[in-house]
């Protein structure tokens, strides 16, 4: 293995550099709510969206715990579980089927964790806009993370990541989200 570049641990958990981090500073900040800005279908690619249902999308996250981890939000605006209706909960839960599948035929995970943080405390980044996250977990990671104390390594490159992914949901795209899993 190639020798690691030296950080600074300081306690927290720390991510290796990586080029797609260097161009995210360069850009400009996209302003208010990353998931509300994402509400055409122009710049999927450079938003990282893979894929549109009528009530949700899926976008991958820039700063991911494992190659892979897949964010899916719905369009509405909200924070609270309790506004969303029944037609929402279902797409919603169906788009996160989706994705498992489509990481599973795409990166073959041993595991996933897959989890929503809802408020600041609970570590949400965006906490205004309710999101989920499908994070794809190999036996191992976690020692590996261990053994590199707290450094987590992203050895695929985003759009890579993105190229993998996006035909698997091209292929369904069109059909019936719920009824029709990958
Ligand atoms: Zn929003």
Redesign the pocket.
């Known amino acids: 293995m190639r020798a690691l570049p030296k950080i600074d641990r300081g306690g927290s958990m720390e991510r290796l550099w990586a080029p797609w981090r260097m161009e995210y500073i360069i850009n400009d900040k996209p302003s208010g ?1 990353i ?2 800005s994402a509400e055409t279908s122009e710049r999927d690619r450079e938003r990282l969206i893979l894929h549109r249902t009528p009530l949700s999308f899926v976008m991958m996250n820039r700063y991911p715990y494992t190659n892979g981890h897949l964010l899916v939000a719905p369009y509405r ?1 909200t924070a609270d579980l309790n506004e969303l209706d029944e037609a929402e909960m279902l797409d919603l839960f169906a788009t996160v089927r989706l994705c498992r599948n489509a990481l599973q035929s795409t990166a073959s995970p041993q595991g996933f964790n897959i989890g929503i943080n809802l408020g600041r405390a609970a570590g949400a980044g965006v906490d ?2 309710l999101h989920l996250h499908i994070v794809p977990r190999w036996n191992g990671d976690t020692n590996f993370m261990s053994v590199l104390d707290d450094v987590r390594v992203m050895p695929e490159n985003l759009i890579t990541t993105y190229e993998r992914l996006e035909p698997v949901f091209a292929a369904i795209r069109g059909t019936d989200n719920i009824s029709r899993p990958l």
Do not use: A, D, L
């Open positions: 709510c998931f509300c605006h205004e806009h």
